[in-house]
């Protein structure tokens, strides 16, 4: 046996383990990702191990499997309205901070936001993402009268909302003027981490509350986290790990922290593209139906990387649905894509590119097949 299959048996016994639907600890998930390591997350000039190259090989390919046996080549579009760039939040890594005075600040009307959602219909769209800033403007009563009106126009199609922590009364209000899901990115799951990318006036606690409140209402849930955000370690992404196989959301949002020119991240590493391909294919595996979206920020970090992500388990594309005007003013980091085949109206190359390398865009509100709500399921 060579010393590299040797050093292989034990990360792939784990592999074996999360596909049959055993639990791992922190510790074995810092197995499967231990050749990251020694090359600063996947950033470094060194390279990764040849096994740990093997790994990942094997690994994406397991994913792969998983996710055509639960969903075949369906490739699920959701479209996302960036209502509001306002926000009262000063989260260190992102571009729509309150301290960015650079920033140009919009927000939508609710007629917009309503055409936003026909032209989306209309181009065959059946899930709209409304995504925001945290923006006082958008009060509990704003938001659940905007959602009525959503859910009342188009009956069959899946609202999402991602526009912050709020309470859990907020929470049951939303769901109540039918809200489907939530997206809420945990953004780390690590305490020393997350004081590393927030400032004071914000908690981990309060995060975590808010998506554990998400699941017992009953929305479809999703969380995730960046790759390779500043002061990242396994050790890290190995918690991040451990708390998805807790919640169970429905959805997980993973993707490389690109660096914004006018945050306190300014000069920092982008993160590594290859070891956010292998965290798809962990989570396709840990959590069989999971909607895993092959991220924006995968598709600005390389060309090709959506269509990668694709192949690494991920199911889901969120075309850009905002109107062209306000696009280039939702900056979260520096470059994001907005056009082409990330914008809505370029769903035909979407679908062309998409097509090419094996899979469907189909016209379907793609809900989860499977999970429940609440606790440990
Ligand atoms: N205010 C909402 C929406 C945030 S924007 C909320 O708090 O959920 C959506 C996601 O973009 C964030 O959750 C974060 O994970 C990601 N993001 C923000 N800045 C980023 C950056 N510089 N690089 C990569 N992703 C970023």
Not at 15 to 44: I, P, S, V, Y
Not at 125 to 145: A, H, K, M, N
Not at 262 to 282: H, K, Q, R
Not at 325 to 350: F, H, I, P, T, W
Request: glycine residues 10%; proline residues 3%.
């Amino acid at each position: 046996m060579s010393g590299t299959s040797f050093l292989l048996e034990k990360p792939m016994e784990l592999l074996d383990r999360l596909e049959a639907g055993k639990r791992l600890t922190e510790q074995e998930f810092e197995e499967l990702l231990a050749g990251w390591e020694a090359n600063g997350l996947g950033t470094g000039s060194l390279g990764i191990p040849q096994w740990q190259a093997e790994f990942s090989e094997a690994l994406r390919a397991k994913a792969d499997r998983v996710r055509r046996r639960e969903y075949g080549n369906a490739v699920y579009i959701r479209g996302l309205i960036e209502c509001s760039n306002y926000c009262k939040n000063d989260c260190y890594y992102c571009g729509i901070r309150r301290s960015n005075r650079n920033a140009q600040r919009y927000r939508l009307t609710e007629k917009e936001i309503l055409s936003c959602c026909q032209e989306g219909y209309e181009l065959g769209f059946r899930t709209f993402v409304l995504q925001g800033g945290e923006d006082g403007y958008f009060t509990d009563e704003r938001v659940t009268e905007l959602a009525r009106m959503i859910k009342s126009r188009w009956p069959e199609c899946a609202l999402t909302l991602s526009i912050g922590e709020k309470s859990r009364e907020a929470y049951e209000a939303y769901f109540q003027a039918g809200v489907d899901r939530y997206l809420l990115r945990h953004e780390t799951a690590d305490g020393c981490h997350y004081r590393h990318l927030h400032p004071a006036e914000m908690s981990m606690e309060n995060r975590m509350r808010c998506l554990w409140d998400l699941k017992e209402i009953g929305f479809q849930t999703g969380a995730g986290m960046m790759v390779g955000a500043p002061g990242q370690t396994i050790s890290c992404l190995a918690k991040d790990l451990v708390f998805l196989q807790e919640l169970r959301p429905e959805m997980v949002g993973i993707g490389p922290f690109l660096p914004h020119h006018d945050t306190p991240f300014a000069g920092e590493m982008a993160g590594s593209v290859e070891l956010t391909l292998d965290l798809l294919a962990i989570v396709r595996l840990m959590l069989p139906k999971v909607l895993l979206p092959a991220t924006t920020a995968l598709g600005t970090a390389k060309a090709d990387g959506r269509e990668r992500g694709m192949r690494c388990g991920a199911n889901v594309v969120m075309p850009n649905l905002s109107p062209s005007s306000v696009r280039s003013k939702y900056s979260l980091y520096d470059n994001k894509l907005a056009s082409g085949s990330e914008a809505a109206e370029g769903l035909q190359m979407l679908k062309e590119s998409m097509a090419a390398a094996g899979f469907q865009v189909v016209v379907d509100r793609g809900d989860c097949k499977g999970f429940g709500t609440g606790h440990g399921q």
